[in-house]
T-cell receptor
Framework: NAGVTQTPKFQVLKTGQSMTLQCAQD?????MYWYRQDPGMGLRLIYY???????DKGEVPNGYNVSRLNKREFSLRLESAAPSQTSVYFC??????????????FGAGTRLSVL | LAKTTQPISMDSYEGQEVNITCSHN???????ITWYQQFPSQGPRFIIQ???TKVTNEVASLFIPADRKSSTLSLPRVSLSDTAVYYC???????????FGTGTRLQVTL
């Protein structure tokens, strides 16, 4: 009964370091999403993937890359971390048809600090 | 691109009904309106979804006027455990871009 699993839960980076945030879902969903949430703020879409092999930019894609490795996994990479990328990152997944498209299931988040 | 806006915060006493409105005047024609609840240090959790008129489930009701440019989440008889941030989610614009609302922080007290 795992749902959406994100790793790691916490990470501290130095400016310029790179890292990959991992996300996996076990609900057989086609659509997957990456969001960031800054302290006291709402959710902003970074990238999404409507199906395996496809990815699209969201509202704030600069500084990030994504890979939809297979149907289950969607990773987010920071090539050269900057302090402005300090945030909580959430991965989500959803079905892709009709009403199910907007019912997203979220992971517990990755708390990232860039010093 | 018009923003999807909500009141920043609301306060309520336990046992009262709370209504939170989301303004989405650029909603995509065929899109559903979905509401989420988020507790500190957790990801958002689905509450309710609707397309038009009124929808009710075991935890909330959702009211959507005919023009669909806004929606109202209604929480009956709130308790302390309903203290959270509430978000609406809609697709906006001709490109049908998924957008979360600005979020409403609900504080419930005795």
């Amino acid at each position: 009964n795992a749902g959406v699993t994100q790793t790691p839960k916490f990470q501290v980076l130095k400016t310029g370091q790179s890292m990959t945030l991992q996300c996996a879902q076990d609900m057989n969903h086609n659509s997957m999403y990456w969001y960031r949430q800054d302290p006291g703020m709402g959710l902003r879409l970074i990238y999404y993937s409507a199906s395996e092999g496809t990815t699209d930019k969201g509202e704030v894609p600069n500084g990030y890359n994504v890979s939809r490795l297979n149907k289950r996994e969607f990773s987010l990479r920071l090539e050269s971390a900057a302090p402005s990328q300090t945030s909580v990152y959430f991965c989500a997944s959803s079905g892709e048809q009709g009403a199910a498209k907007n019912i997203q299931y979220f992971g517990a988040g990755t708390r990232l600090s860039v010093l | 691109l018009a923003k999807t806006t909500q009141p920043i915060s609301m306060d309520s006493y336990e046992g009262q009904e709370v209504n939170i409105t989301c303004s989405h005047n650029n909603i995509a024609t065929n899109d559903y309106i979905t509401w989420y609840q988020q507790f500190p240090s957790q990801g958002p959790r689905f509450i309710i979804q609707g397309y038009k008129t009124k929808v009710t489930n075991e935890v909330a009701s959702l009211f959507i006027p005919a023009d669909r440019k806004s929606s109202t989440l209604s929480l009956p008889r709130v308790s302390l455990s309903d203290t959270a941030v509430y978000y609406c989610l809609v697709e906006v614009g001709t490109a049908s871009k998924l957008t979360f609302g600005t979020g409403t922080r609900l504080q419930v007290t005795l």
